[in-house]
């Protein structure tokens, strides 16, 4: 099993910025992608960004040129750093390790952005 605890979510004004971190354990050398998704109410679920075990990284459109995705190899730690931060980013946001074995999410983390 892998189990994934993310932390890092608040309150912040439009324009700002937060990071989010998801820390792994258990089966981490299995794991092949590391995802962050959200889910904002009223809105489908999206996969945001993912970090793969060879280091490629993918985004949504949505957050091109704003998020960025990143790794701590030895604290098994994955990173969202989200800056220029908008309303619609408002939504509870999510850890996804994949594998082998399927996939495994962490509790989620809320960010809201709000003057």
């Known amino acids: 099993q892998v189990q994934l605890m993310e932390s890092g979510g608040g309150l912040v004004q439009p324009g700002g910025s937060l990071r989010l971190s998801c820390a792994a354990s258990g089966r981490t050398p299995s794991i092949n992608a590391m995802d962050w998704c959200r889910q904002a109410p009223g809105k489908q679920h999206e996969l945001v960004a993912t970090?793969?075990?060879?280091?490629?990284?993918n985004y949504a459109d949505s957050v091109k040129g704003r998020f960025t995705i990143s790794r701590d190899n030895a604290k098994n730690t994955v990173f969202l750093q989200m800056n220029t931060l908008k309303p619609d980013d408002t939504a509870v946001y999510y850890c996804?390790?994949?594998?082998?074995?399927?996939?495994?999410w962490g509790q989620g983390t809320q960010v809201t952005v709000s003057s």
């Open positions: 970090i793969t075990s060879d280091g490629s990284t």
């Open positions: 996804r390790a994949r594998g082998f074995w399927g996939s495994y």
